[in-house]
């Protein structure tokens, strides 16, 4: 992004990590950082810019995979179920070469931009041509997503995947071999060759117990620990995945990666949906987080993940959008508490600032950004500003802005992003990019 970065920003309401918003934040920038933070301010110094609205951390989105955005639509006819909706999947990622997936991750991109999210952890695991061979340079498909957050101007943890088999004891197949590195010591090989560049990251993924056997996902954990990444894995979608990783192993796949040496403070588990109370404890003596994506999880028809036992054990969440079934991080948030309301007809099992906390610091921490997510000195200035004068938001007062924000906002209501210091969103438009325009052409380069 081009725009200047302004040096003082002063705030009609900011969300600064409590229970409630403060009035009149005054917010001084050095570089792409936040240098103090003053509240109470009554009015803005002539030299700030003025943000109307409630101002907050900018959101992480710890769960993405971009090229799936294509999937929006397509896959809401007809009955089925996740392993259906996978087969569809398949189809579009057959479809997609490195130019198409650089245009389609762009504008997904800019959508989240838009949306708010300032950082987004991709859970690559697009690595090859189709058949299998690795393209001449074998992170190229890698370089370009990473590429197309930095044009859309938000940060990205590449969370390189591993995948080696199409299930339990099968060999990958058909679209499944773009996926696979064949073995681990081949995906570490060429991972180890990927340089991410300015504003970008590296993790590791385990793709789940299904498609990487406990001896491989051993040695991408270990491979991880060594660099200190984030490490995260597709865990207990679906209870055929739990039953079938039993008939294999004899035990739930929690236990499975834990034996691996998987579970720690930097592994996250995505969905954990089908989990039982020795799952949870484990997660809770890893110190490990969760991440969860509801509005995938509902679509998918997966289930609703024990999200309060899991916050009430000590393991930390955040929020993902997925497959991208709507990029929207307010209705990932509400979902978590929403939905556990219907399954356990109780009320009020997160808070507001809980469920916000878990779509900002808590994001950005798991994909490896502890530095984001909070507004305080020190902090990477990534901020974002919703208007509080669109029909959802109307009649929102300070002492209960948290509380709408998270029930009621929607992406929407965005209004202004700042990514270290530097505009992307103004006015709820986009500085670089026209990403109507961009997600239309992209995904008209797809079969139907």
């Known amino acids: 992004m081009s725009a200047e970065r302004p040096g003082v920003i002063w705030c009609e309401l900011a969300w600064l990590g409590g229970e409630r918003a403060e009035p009149g934040v005054l917010i001084e920038l050095e570089d792409e950082r936040v240098a103090s933070v003053?509240?109470?301010?009554?009015?803005?110094?002539?030299?700030?810019?003025?943000?109307?609205?409630?101002?907050?951390?900018?959101l992480a989105n710890a769960h993405s995979h971009a090229f799936q955005r294509a999937l929006r639509g397509r896959t809401q006819v007809g009955r089925g179920d996740f392993w259906t909706w996978r087969r569809s999947m398949y189809e579009v990622a057959e479809a997609i070469d490195p130019e198409l997936y650089h245009a389609l991750a762009r504008a997904t991109f800019g959508e989240m931009a838009l949306a708010g999210i300032t950082a987004v952890g991709e859970f690559h695991y697009l690595h090859h041509r189709p058949g299998g061979a690795p393209y001449e340079d074998p992170?190229?498909?890698?370089?370009?997503?990473?590429?197309?957050?930095?044009?859309?101007g938000i940060r990205i943890t590449l969370l390189d995947t591993c995948y080696l088999h199409g299930g339990f004891g099968q060999q990958a197949e058909g679209p499944q071999l773009r996926f696979s590195d064949g073995t681990a010591e081949a995906w570490a090989e060429r991972v180890d060759a990927l340089?991410?560049?300015?504003?970008?990251?590296?993790?590791?993924?385990?793709?789940?117990?299904?498609?990487?056997?406990?001896?491989?996902?051993?040695?991408?954990?270990?491979?991880?620990?060594?660099?200190?990444?984030?490490?995260?894995?597709?865990?207990?979608?679906?209870?055929?995945?739990?039953?079938?990783?039993?008939?294999?192993?004899?035990?739930?796949?929690?236990?499975?990666?834990?034996?691996?040496?998987?579970?720690?403070?930097?592994?996250?588990?995505v969905h954990a949906t089908h989990l039982d109370d020795a799952d949870i404890e484990l997660?809770?003596?890893?110190?490990?987080?969760?991440?969860?994506?509801?509005?995938?999880?509902?679509?998918?028809?997966?289930?609703?993940?024990?999200?309060?036992?899991?916050?009430e054990a000590g393991v930390r969440l955040c929020l993902g959008t997925d497959s991208h079934a709507l990029i929207d991080a307010f209705e990932e948030a509400r979902a978590v508490?929403?939905?556990?309301?219907?399954?356990?007809?109780?009320?009020?099992?997160?808070?507001?600032?809980?469920?916000?906390?878990?779509?900002?610091?808590?994001?950005?921490?798991?994909?490896?950004?502890?530095?984001?997510?909070?507004?305080?000195?020190?902090?990477?200035?990534?901020l974002v500003t919703v208007g509080l004068d669109g029909v959802r938001l109307a009649g929102t007062s300070a002492g209960h802005a948290i509380e709408s924000l998270v029930f009621a906002a929607s992406a929407d209501d965005v209004r202004?992003?700042?990514?270290?210091?530097?505009?992307?969103?103004?006015?709820?438009?986009?500085?670089?990019?026209?990403?109507?325009?961009?997600?239309?052409?992209?995904?008209s380069g797809l079969p139907e």
């Open 38 to 58: 003053s509240a109470g301010v009554a009015n803005p110094p002539a030299q700030a810019r003025s943000l109307s609205g409630l101002t907050i951390p900018g």
């Open 139 to 152: 992170n190229r498909l890698g370089k370009v997503v990473i590429d197309a957050a930095r044009e859309a």
């Open 195 to 269: 340089d991410p560049g300015d504003g970008a990251r590296l993790g590791a993924a385990i793709h789940s117990v299904r498609a990487v056997d406990p001896e491989a996902a051993a040695r991408v954990a270990a491979f991880a620990a060594e660099r200190a990444w984030p490490l995260h894995a597709h865990l207990s979608e679906q209870p055929a995945e739990n039953e079938d990783c039993v008939s294999a192993y004899g035990k739930r796949p929690t236990l499975v990666l834990a034996e691996a040496d998987a579970l720690s403070a930097s592994f996250t588990a």
């Open 283 to 311: 997660l809770a003596g890893g110190d490990c987080a969760v991440c969860l994506c509801p509005t995938t999880e509902r679509d998918l028809a997966d289930g609703v993940g024990p999200a309060h036992s899991l916050a």
């Open 337 to 382: 508490e929403l939905d556990e309301r219907l399954e356990t007809g109780m009320r009020g099992g997160h808070s507001a600032a809980g469920l916000l906390r878990a779509a900002t610091a808590g994001g950005c921490a798991a994909i490896g950004w502890p530095e984001a997510g909070r507004i305080e000195p020190g902090a990477l200035a990534d």
């Open 416 to 443: 202004d992003v700042i990514v270290g210091g530097r505009p992307v969103v103004r006015d709820g438009a986009h500085l670089g990019l026209n990403v109507t325009a961009e997600l239309r052409e992209a995904i």
